[in-house]
């Protein structure tokens, strides 16, 4: 028989995430979009090796406490994602909520009662799927996202409670918890960013800044999706950027080893004429893009065959095309060459402050701001330099050919 002394070093050493957090290990990881399973990205299309945390996308909300949903993300996959990323020694976690599934979570932690309840949901779904970790993509506290949440003043204080309670329970200490979350610190009763979320510190493993949607249709000109850095920019070109972001969130009290930087492997398409995109090089032999071009709002370029032509959101309100370009979009869309880089015939701009490359086809005149290779080591880089915990990919199913999974890799030295 083994002595007690070894048997608890044996139980350390088998000790689940949370348990490890002193250890450090570094987040390497991306969402796995359960809907485009069926429209080219199965699970056998995941770079299992390069990753350590896969999170399934998304489990929704429900107008009951009761329940959440997996309808809209082809839930059917769920508990195979769970055994091939077991079996690649990948952590699965959940995202609950999303721009559409989180529109029930202000009332689902808005009462102690509701509170319990919904920690019983989320840890009962967790038991049920083996799941390592669970992602509450709340879009956002206090702060109206898709324009029909439920939404009170006190979310991001409910919200704590609602954390505070699940990682008491046995499940809760048992796995990774993270937020999904916007470049501004949750927001506090008054509306503003919080001055202080310290407390989520001490309940979530770390917060997951979506560094991304930025810049798009609903910008005043063409700007950086996903922006690296924006101190730099001209002053109203300052719209958030992963080193605002951090600044803000560190100086609310979330330590930079509890913050993982989202990162984009799509882009956002603008409809911008020759004069606007080239400025007074328009009529010049040698054109050359210009910064923050006007954009023709009125007329949204659809993006790549993920895209959605347009159609009427869960809120009962119309939407036209996203304009989306993931990266093997580009590829396919004749943007980029199967390397990633401009195809021949493309105008080209890489903005050295946001770490932001463009590309523009004059016949379509649809202009991109998307991430390369050049912007993504950019940013892996960052992710090493400030002490982040590491980056997460929205989505796996965004690259082509691991050209930015590859990329990140290389820099972030994890
Ligand atoms: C999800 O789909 C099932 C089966 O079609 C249905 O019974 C259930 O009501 C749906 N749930 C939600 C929240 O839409
Ligand atoms: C508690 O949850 C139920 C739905 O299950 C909801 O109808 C009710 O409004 C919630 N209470 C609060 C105070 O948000
Ligand atoms: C917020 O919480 C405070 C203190 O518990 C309470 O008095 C107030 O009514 C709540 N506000 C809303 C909008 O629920
Ligand atoms: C804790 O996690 C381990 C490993 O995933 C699992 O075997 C165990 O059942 C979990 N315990 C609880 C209480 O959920
Ligand atoms: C080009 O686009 C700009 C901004 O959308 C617009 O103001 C201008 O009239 C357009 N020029 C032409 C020639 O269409
Ligand atoms: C913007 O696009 C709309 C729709 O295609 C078009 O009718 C309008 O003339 C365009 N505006 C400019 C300034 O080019
Ligand atoms: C640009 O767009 C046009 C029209 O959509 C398309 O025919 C062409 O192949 C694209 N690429 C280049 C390099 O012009
Ligand atoms: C960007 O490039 C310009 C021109 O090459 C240079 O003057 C500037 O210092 C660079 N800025 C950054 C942030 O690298």
Redesign the pocket.
């Known amino acids: 028989m083994l002595p007690t002394t070894i048997l608890v070093l044996i139980a350390l050493a088998v000790a689940p995430a949370y348990a490890s957090k002193a250890a450090d290990a570094k987040v390497a990881a991306a969402w796995y979009a359960g809907f485009h399973a069926e429209e080219g990205f199965p699970l056998s299309k995941v770079s299992w090796n390069k990753y350590n945390t896969l999170i399934y996308s998304f489990a929704e909300t429900t107008p009951s406490v009761h329940s959440v949903t997996l309808n809209g993300s082809d839930g059917g996959l769920l508990p195979q994602f769970v055994e091939e990323a077991h079996k690649n020694g990948v952590k699965a976690h959940i995202s609950i909520g999303g721009w559409t599934g989180g529109r029930w979570y202000s009332t689902n932690v808005?009462s102690a009662a509701n509170r319990t309840a919904f920690v019983k949901t989320v840890t009962d779904f967790v038991t049920k799927y083996n799941l390592d970790g669970v992602n509450f993509d709340w879009e956002y506290p206090n702060n109206q996202g898709i324009g029909c949440n439920t939404i009170?003043?006190?979310d991001t204080?409910n919200f704590l409670a609602y954390l505070q309670e699940l990682r008491k329970t046995p499940v809760g200490a048992n796995i990774t918890l993270s937020a999904a979350t916007a470049v501004a610190p949750f927001m506090d009763?008054s509306g503003s960013p919080s001055s202080d979320v310290s407390g989520f510190a001490k309940v979530l493993d770390y917060v997951a800044i979506m560094n991304y949607d930025i810049w798009g249709s609903w910008s005043s000109a063409v700007g950086p999706n996903s922006p690296l850095d924006d101190s730099c920019a001209p002053a109203a070109d300052q719209q958030g950027s992963a080193m605002s972001a951090v600044k803000a969130w560190t100086k609310a009290g979330i330590p930079a080893n509890q913050i993982v930087l989202g990162v984009a492997s799509y882009g956002h398409s603008f409809s911008v004429n020759a004069t606007s995109a080239f400025g007074s090089s328009a009529t010049k032999a040698t054109k050359a893009l210009v910064a923050y071009p006007a954009f023709n709002a009125s007329n949204q370029p659809l993006g790549d065959k993920w895209d959605d032509t347009g159609s009427v959101d869960v809120c009962g309100v119309y939407e036209g095309p996203g304009g989306d370009w993931d990266l093997w979009g580009l590829v396919d869309g004749g943007f980029l060459d199967q390397q990633g880089n401009p195809a021949k015939g493309i105008y080209y701009r890489y903005d050295n402050c946001s770490q932001t490359p463009y590309v523009y086809n004059t016949t379509s005149e649809v202009m991109v701001s998307f991430d390369n290779t050049q912007s993504i080591k950019a940013k892996g880089a960052y992710v090493k330099q400030a002490g982040l915990l590491g980056w997460a990919f929205w989505e796996a199913g965004g690259d082509y050919n691991d050209i930015l999974l590859d990329a990140i890799h290389s820099t972030s030295g994890f």
Do not use: T, V
């Open positions: 808005g009170n003043a006190n204080a009763a």
